[in-house]
C-alpha cells in the first residue's frame, strides 16, 4: 500500500516537472520568436528603405522642374532617417558596419541641405548634380549588395538569433552568411569614401575636433602637476596622479586626479599651453548656505582667476544643493555662443565644483564683427509679431551650416513660452527659434 | 527755554512714533530671507516671490518654487511699473517694495502646495475661491509621498534644455548598471559616451535609441539596467547632461579585462579612466 502512495508521487511529481518544462520551453520559444521578429522586421525594412531611396535619388536627377524638387529631396531625407533606425535596431554594434551608416547621414545630411534651400534662387550646381550620379550609383550598390543578403536569409532560413550568439561569443564568424554579407555592404562603402573624399560632400564633419583656441608651449608633467595642484588648490606632498591622453584623443591632455578622504578630484589639462578643459570635484555638498546669486559671484571670480576674458552669464539653475551656470565669452559687447563655459559651484561654502571649457578652447578665437548691415528695427520686424519682444542683445552663433554668422537676439514671450530668437544681422533671415524651457514639474516629492 | 522746547519736541516725535507704530503693526514678521534672488533658483523664497509678485497680478503662472523663464519676466515688469532698476534680481530693495506692497499669508500657500492643489494667489479675490475644488482622487501612495516630502516645498524642479527627468533617470539607470564601480569622473564618461552617440550620425538620434540598440551596452543585456541607480549616478548624469565629457568625446568605451570583441581594441584609444578605456 505505502509502496503504491508513493510510485503516484513519484508519477505526479514527473509529470507534473514534464509540463512545467514544456510550458517554460514554450514560453522561451515564444520570446525568442518575438525578438527575431523584430530584427527580422527592422532587416526587411532597411532593404526596402535603400531600395526606395535608391529610386527616389534616380527621381531627383531625371526632374526637370525645381518646383518637385524640394518634396522629393525631402522625401530622400525621411528615407535616411528611417533606414538609420532600422541600423539602429539590428545586432550589428560589434560588427564594423559605421561606413555605411556615415554614408546614409550624408545622404539625409546633403538632400536636407538642398531641400531647404531655395532652389529658385540657387538652383543645384553642376557639381551637386554630379555628386547625386555619384550617390546614385552608389545606393544602387549598397542596394543589391542587401538585397542580395536578404535573398540568402530567406532561401535559408537564417535567423538572426544566430548573427548575435555569433558576434557574442566572436567565434564562427567566418561563416554566418549575414555578417558576410554586412561586411561586403560596408567594404563597397568603404571604397566610396575614398573616392567621395575629394568632392567634399561626403565626411563633411559635423562636430568640429579642431582646438583653434589653445595657445602656448607645450608642458611637461611637472608642469602640470604644478598646474593642478592650484586649481584643486592642494599643497605638499598631497598624492596627485597624472596621465597622458592616448593617441586617439582629438587634443593631447594631461589627466591629473587625487583623492582625500571623500572628495576626489579630476581634471583635463590639455597638453598645449596647459589650459584647464575639464575640471571635476566630486563631494558631499552640505546644505546650502550662500544663494545662487552668491554662487554666481564666486563662478565669475573663478573664471576670472583662470584669465578667461570677458565673458557674460547666461544661464543658471539650481540643483538642490549646486549651483550650475553657462557663460560665453563676449566681445565688443556681442555674445559670442560658440565659446561657451559650464561652472558649477557647491553651495555650502561656495567652492568650485567643476568646470567645462572644452566649448570654449574648440571655439575661441580672435573674431572680427563687422558691422551689422540692417538695423535693429528692420530686424525686430523679421520677428513674429505676436511675440513681445522684451530683451535683446548681439550675438554670434553657430547656424545649421555650421557657420558663424553675426545675428541680433531677442528674447521675447509668446503666451507663456519664453523664445530666443536669432535674427541674421546681414540679411534678416530667421536663423534660429527656441523655446526656453528650464523648469519642470517634479515628478516624485519624495526627494 | 529753548531746552525745554526741544524736550518738548522729542516726546513729541516719540508719541507720534509710536502712534504709527501701533496704528500700522509692522509687516509679516517672517518675510524672505537676506539672499539674492536670481532666475534659476529653487525654494522657498521663490515660492514667496511668485506668490507675492501674483498678489499684483505681474506673475500669472504656476507658484512651484522654480524661478524660471514667467517668473523673470514677472519680476522685471514689476521693477519697470515700479520705477526701479530693470535687472530681474530681487535684491534687498526689490524686495523691500514687494513686503510693502503686498501681503503674504504663508501658511495658506504653503498648505495648498503641500495638497497639491490647483491654486491662484491674486490680491483682492478672497483666497478661498482661489484654491480649484477637486475630487478625492489622489492615490493614497501619493499622498503618503507628499507627507513625508520635507524641505523645500518647491512643486517644480530645473531640467537642462531639452531633456524631462525622465531622460535623465533612463540615463542614470544605464550608467548604474554599466558603471557603478567606477569612480565618479568614470561615471559621468560613460555618461557622456551616451550622449555623444546621440550626436554622432552613427548612431541612433535618442537616448533611449542609443541606450536600447541591440548588444551595444552589456548592463542593458543582461537586465542590470533595471537595477535602482544611486543618486551618485544622478549627479553624474546631470554633469554629463550640462556640458562636462571626461571622455574626451569618445564613443566607446570597453573593460579591456572583459571584452570579448576584439574589433573594439582597433579603434583609437583617448584615455583610461578607472577601468575602462575610452575610445572613438
Known amino acids: ?447 | 527755554m529753548i531746552i525745554k522746547r526741544s524736550i518738548f519736541y522729542t516726546a513729541l516725535s516719540v508719541l507720534l512714533a509710536g502712534g504709527i507704530v501701533t496704528a500700522f503693526p509692522t509687516e509679516p514678521v517672517k518675510a524672505f530671507s537676506n539672499q539674492v534672488i536670481q532666475q534659476g533658483a529653487v525654494g522657498d523664497d521663490v515660492i514667496e516671490l511668485q506668490a507675492r509678485l501674483q498678489y499684483l497680478g505681474f506673475y500669472n503662472g504656476n507658484i512651484d518654487g522654480v524661478f524660471g523663464w514667467g517668473t523673470y519676466w514677472a519680476l522685471r515688469n514689476f521693477q519697470y511699473e515700479f520705477g526701479m532698476e530693470i535687472d530681474g534680481l530681487a535684491g534687498q530693495s526689490t524686495k523691500q517694495k514687494l513686503v510693502n506692497a503686498t501681503q503674504y499669508d504663508e501658511g495658506f500657500v504653503k498648505e495648498q502646495i503641500r495638497q497639491g492643489r490647483d491654486f491662484s494667489y491674486y490680491g483682492g479675490v478672497p483666497k478661498e475661491q482661489q484654491v480649484k475644488k477637486q475630487p478625492q482622487k489622489q492615490s493614497q501612495k501619493q499622498q503618503e509621498n507628499q507627507q513625508k516630502a520635507e524641505g523645500p516645498s518647491n512643486t517644480a524642479v530645473n531640467v537642462p534644455n531639452g531633456f524631462s527627468q525622465n531622460d535623465i533617470q533612463l540615463m542614470a539607470n544605464a550608467v548604474y548598471g554599466e558603471a557603478r564601480g567606477e569612480p565618479y569622473v568614470g561615471q559621468v564618461a560613460v555618461a557622456a559616451v551616451i550622449l555623444n552617440r546621440v550626436n554622432s550620425s552613427t548612431f541612433p538620434n535618442t537616448v533611449a535609441g542609443v541606450i536600447f540598440e541591440p548588444r551595444a551596452f552589456t548592463a542593458v543585456a543582461d537586465g542590470q539596467i533595471w537595477l535602482t541607480p544611486n543618486e551618485t549616478a544622478k549627479r553624474a548624469v546631470m554633469d554629463a547632461v550640462n556640458g562636462w565629457d571626461p571622455s574626451g568625446e569618445a564613443i566607446y568605451y570597453f573593460n579591456p579585462d572583459t571584452a570579448t570583441s576584439g574589433w573594439i581594441w582597433s579603434r583609437p584609444q583617448i584615455k583610461k579612466i578607472g577601468k575602462h578605456i575610452f575610445a572613438k
Not at chain 1, 565659446?339 to 558649477?344: E, G, H, L, N, T
Open chain 1, 1 to 447: 500500500m505505502k509502496r503504491w502512495i508513493l510510485i503516484t508521487l513519484l508519477v505526479i511529481g514527473v509529470v507534473g516537472t514534464g509540463v512545467w518544462g514544456y510550458k517554460e520551453h514554450q514560453d522561451k520559444n515564444a520570446v525568442l520568436i518575438q525578438a527575431e521578429n523584430s530584427y527580422q522586421r527592422a532587416f526587411h525594412d532597411l532593404t526596402y528603405h535603400t531600395d526606395l531611396l535608391h529610386d527616389k535619388i534616380g527621381n531627383v536627377l531625371a526632374m526637370n522642374t525645381q518646383k518637385r524638387l524640394s518634396p522629393e529631396l525631402a522625401q530622400i531625407w525621411r528615407l535616411t532617417s528611417e533606414a538609420q533606425a532600422d541600423v539602429g535596431q539590428l545586432p550589428l554594434t560589434l560588427l564594423p558596419f559605421n561606413k555605411t551608416e556615415e554614408f546614409l547621414h550624408d545622404i539625409g545630411d546633403f538632400s536636407y541641405k538642398t531641400a531647404i534651400r531655395d532652389l529658385n534662387k540657387k538652383p543645384l550646381s553642376d557639381k551637386e548634380v554630379k555628386m547625386l550620379e555619384k550617390l546614385y550609383k552608389q545606393s544602387g550598390t549598397i542596394k543589391d549588395e542587401l538585397r542580395k543578403v536578404q535573398h540568402t536569409v530567406l532561401e535559408e532560413n537564417l535567423r538572426w538569433m544566430d548573427v548575435q550568439l555569433a558576434l557574442a561569443t566572436n567565434d564562427s564568424q567566418g561563416d554566418n552568411t549575414i555578417i558576410d554579407g554586412f561586411k561586403t555592404v560596408e567594404k563597397s562603402v568603404a571604397g566610396f569614401g575614398e573616392e567621395n573624399n575629394s568632392s567634399n560632400i561626403i565626411g563633411i564633419a559635423d562636430e568640429n575636433h579642431e582646438f583653434k583656441g589653445l595657445d602656448g608651449e607645450k608642458i611637461t608633467e611637472q608642469q602640470a602637476r604644478e598646474i593642478a595642484k592650484e586649481i584643486f588648490n592642494i599643497k605638499g606632498d598631497q598624492k596627485l596622479n597624472i596621465t597622458k591622453s592616448g593617441k586617439g584623443a582629438d587634443v593631447q591632455t594631461y589627466m591629473a586626479s587625487y583623492q582625500q578622504g571623500d572628495k576626489n578630484g579630476y581634471a583635463d589639462l590639455s597638453e598645449v599651453g596647459g589650459h584647464p578643459l575639464t575640471v571635476m570635484v566630486e563631494r558631499p555638498v552640505q546644505e546650502a548656505k550662500i544663494s545662487l546669486h552668491e554662487g554666481a559671484l564666486k563662478a565669475n571670480e573663478y573664471l576670472k582667476s583662470f584669465e578667461f576674458p570677458d565673458h557674460e552669464l547666461i544661464q543658471s539653475s539650481q540643483y538642490e544643493k549646486e549651483g550650475v551656470y553657462s557663460f560665453v565669452a563676449t566681445q565688443n559687447g556681442v555674445r559670442i555662443y560658440p565659446d561657451a563655459i559650464q561652472m558649477k559651484i557647491a553651495l555650502d561654502n561656495g567652492d568650485m565644483l567643476g568646470m567645462s571649457a572644452k566649448d570654449y578652447f574648440m571655439n575661441h578665437q580672435k573674431r572680427e564683427i563687422k558691422e551689422p548691415a540692417i538695423s535693429e528695427e528692420e530686424a525686430r520686424s523679421s520677428v513674429n509679431p505676436e511675440v513681445k519682444i522684451q530683451e535683446q542683445h548681439m550675438a554670434i552663433i553657430e547656424n545649421d551650416l555650421a557657420e558663424e554668422v553675426l545675428t541680433y537676439e531677442f528674447l521675447g514671450t509668446l503666451g507663456n513660452n519664453t523664445y530666443r530668437i536669432f535674427i541674421n544681422a546681414e540679411d534678416g533671415t530667421e536663423e534660429k527659434v527656441e523655446r526656453l524651457k528650464a523648469t519642470e514639474i517634479k515628478f516624485s516629492r519624495a526627494v
